[in-house]
């Protein structure tokens, strides 16, 4: 008799339980094991992983894929020991998506709004007045123009917000002032006063957002990142803030995960601290996708979402 379908999964931030459930559902007659019981290593097709032990994905001889619980790859293609040749393709959900786009929107019309600077007014008891701005006056910038930061465009274009988006291939999208490449990105970053990060961290996007950058904005900008904490130079993030050329950081992604308690971001007054929680990997919304790809490798076929290791997303 054939053997089912095998998948390991290996994460200690996602429950199993409800990825078993819903993957069940997807894929009648699945089994799935959970790092560390894989049982036979041979038996095992695909891993679905999030911040799996590095060197681990080469005990498995047949396995055919690996899928990151997750939008951003970098913790798979960070494992000098990935077994070669086995597609490692990544989650594209729109509970996900939608997840997100809540976030941008949040504290994008939060610093639009001026809320940190009410915030700090109210513990001091403070009545300061901001005359509220027309959003035609706030112009918002998109460092990553894929999935999450099209769809937050989108989004934030209902508001009247004048839009502009920089991304590694030139683009044209409707109400979005694109601008690509490294060339594109000082007249790109000229024009943001709020910047919303969403890039991918790949060898050519780590450390993007350094002093240098921070100085080619509007003074006064604020500065958003949901991508990824490599994507800045924390000291200079620090002393952007500090000199007054940045307003404020709404950080959601960190150097360190969790942020340490002794970082300076925790406690400084122009920095809000969110804990890598701008969106994540429903398994309600992500198992079928699981499931299909796991199917297509199993009949040979190249996975949906597969990213290219080369360029790291
Ligand atoms: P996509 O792969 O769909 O889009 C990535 C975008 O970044 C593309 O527009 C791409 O350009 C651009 N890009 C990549 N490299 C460069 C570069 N060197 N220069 C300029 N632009 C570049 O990714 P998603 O939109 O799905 O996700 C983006 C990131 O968001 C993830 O990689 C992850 O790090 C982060 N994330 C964070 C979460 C959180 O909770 N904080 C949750 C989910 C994701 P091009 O279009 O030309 O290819
Ligand atoms: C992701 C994340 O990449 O949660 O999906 O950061």
Known sequence: ?????????????????????????????????????????????????????????????????????????????ADPDLPPGVPVARIVDDMLTQAMTQYVVLHVLALHRRMPEIAAAQRAARWRYFHPPAASETRVGLLGLGRLGQDAAAMLARFGFPLRGWSRTPKTLPGIECRAGLDGLPGFLAGCDILVALLPQTPATENLMDAARFAQLPRGAAFVNAGRGRLVVETDLLAALDSGQLRHATLDVFLEEPLPPEHPFWRHPKVTVTPHNAAAADPRGAAEQVAANLRRVLAGQAPFNAVDPARGY
Do not use: C, Q
């Not at 699945?30 to 041979?42: K, S």
């Not at 679905?48 to 690996?66: S, Y």
């Open 1 to 77: 008799m054939a053997r089912p379908p095998t998948l390991l999964f290996i994460s200690s931030d996602d429950d199993p339980v409800a990825w078993r459930a819903n993957l069940a559902a997807a894929m009648p007659g699945l089994e799935m094991r959970v790092w560390p019981e894989t049982g036979d290593p041979a038996e095992i097709d695909a891993a679905l992983v999030w911040r799996h032990p590095p060197g681990v994905l080469r005990r498995f001889p047949n396995l055919k894929l690996i899928v990151n619980i997750g939008a951003g790859v970098d913790y798979v293609l």
